[in-house]
């Protein structure tokens, strides 16, 4: 590769680093833009999902420090939380390593088009599961047993998504949440950014 191709792609992958960045601290979905800015680039797949899993850890680590009111009072459920996504990432960076690129090569268009659709269907559904869960009344402070299961449970499966493909994990988890949780959006946010950032 020519030192001038090399400065471009670094110009190229920098300014969508940039744009996924921003896109992230507003609605997640910062993938939607690196990935196939990378593959775009000529990176192979498997090689661009995991620069792009790596890349993104510093902006959801500063993201957490700048959610940390948000954070209060939801470490009761994030202890098992997080180590339920590290679990589940641990496997699905394990299936990414181990599975033939042209399984990952042959699923990644399935995979971005369904983490495009989480996207657009995102605010609709977690306004949704609010309403419903303020309806039935339940308070963000109590979550039963069964829904605390159901919530590791969730967290683990985006985990093992999460760690053979990074798209729309975020929204994933935020539509868990607030299925399961009758929290505010900002506060669902502050958990995501925090999960990401494990």
């Known amino acids: 590769m020519s030192l001038e191709v090399l400065a471009s792609h670094v110009i190229l992958i920098g300014l969508a680093g940039f744009a996924a960045g921003a ?11 690196t990935f196939p800015t990378l593959v775009a680039l000529g990176y192979p797949p498997v090689t661009a999902t995991m620069s792009n899993a790596v ?19 939801q470490w009761d459920r ?18 990414l390593l181990h599975l033939p690129e042209r399984v990952f090569t042959a699923v990644v268009p399935v995979l971005l088009v369904l983490a495009l659709m989480l996207v657009v269907a995102g605010p609709r559904n977690q306004s949704w599961a609010r309403s419903r869960a303020e309806a039935q009344g339940r308070s963000a402070e109590h979550v039963s047993p069964v829904r605390m299961a ?3 449970f969730g967290t683990f499966a985006i985990g093992v998504y999460g760690g053979y493909f990074t798209a729309a994990q975020g929204i994933l988890l935020v539509g868990v949440m607030g299925a399961l949780l009758p929290e505010s959006m900002q506060r669902m946010n502050g958990a995501k950014t925090c999960w990401l950032s494990s």
Do not use: K, M
């Open 23 to 33: 896109i992230n601290a507003l609605v997640g979905s910062d993938t939607l833009i």
């Open 55 to 73: 890349g993104l850890v510093a902006g959801s680590v500063s993201g957490t420090w700048g959610y940390s009111a948000e954070l209060s009072g």
């Open 78 to 95: 994030l202890r098992w939380q997080i180590p339920a996504s590290l679990a589940g990432g641990v496997l699905g960076s394990f299936l």
């Open 150 to 152: 159901l919530l590791v």
